[in-house]
């Protein structure tokens, strides 16, 4: 087992009060709570208000991420933000962020790696305290896909959800820490899971929002066989490259975006489902987000305790995917 470079030091998350349940759809769309369920095993999820910006969220699970390490805005040295939906597109989220938490010290860059996001920006993070950038390196994970989404498609609108979760890395402290890292992108499937519309080369524009290519879109079937084969192999080298097994994991905290994705990639782990952490019944799909939350939940509700050995396993537009190794 190699020796951990940075750990993982607190954990924040924030989610919408506003609850939106299946039932809701049905008065809208051709659809039933059931019918979702039985799909998606998704129950319910958090809609934002529009004064509930994907700053303002970031900002909310970061500030619970200070307040449990006793850190001050301007004891961060870099902040590395995850999202798909940000709430402008310059400058980054990240930026407004650091304005807004006033971390002035703080270098400042989103990720854009849609839901593998939080795995990709932990990785980020790692490095820059790895090569003496940065002693403390705030992550967090925030989305507002609400805002993106397509309501009057079923194939999509009942999936996704709002939320943040923060942590903060800094350098391994007792052999606890980030053990491996995997990251692996594919472009060339990138139209299965994608906005068509709203930037560069097909600027914002009342067509745009009249023919609904300003929302997400999503092959389901391909991206869901996708998914499945992707977590797979991610599960698989994370745990090589940590000398680790299955039977070493103590939780395993995939991407919340459908139960049987969770359940197909928990399978070809080796993971029984006892040992994996799903809030996806509650929240649905929050992109990037969702590891990030479900991680303070495992945290404060004792799934993880220290000394235990996490994963985090992702996959998403891009497409991307990505596995990590934690001892907590």
Known sequence: MKRPFAELWGTGSYAPARVMTNDEFSKFLETSDQWIQERTGIRE???????????????????QVLQETGLTPLDV???????????RLLP?????????LGAKNAAAFDVGAACSGFVYALSAAEGMIAT?????????????LTSIMDWSDRTTAVLFGDGAGATMVRRSTNGRGILSVYLKTDGTLAELLYRPGGGATHPPSEELLKDHSYYIKMAGREVFKAAVLSMADACDHALERAGLSA???DLLIPHQANIRIIEATAKHAGVPMDKVYVNVDRFGNTSAASIAIALDEAVKCGRLKPGMVVMFCAFGAGFTWGSMVVRW
């Open 132 to 144: 003496e950038q940065a002693e403390h390196v705030l992550v967090i994970a925030a989305e507002k």
């Open 45 to 63: 999820r958090r809609v934002s208000s529009k004064e509930e910006t994907n700053a303002c969220m970031g900002k909310a699970a970061a500030l």
């Open 92 to 100: 980054s989220q990240a930026c407004d962020l650091q304005a807004i």
């Open 77 to 87: 040295d870099a902040i590395v933000y995850a999202t798909a939906s940000p709430d």
């Open 247 to 249: 039977g070493d994991l």
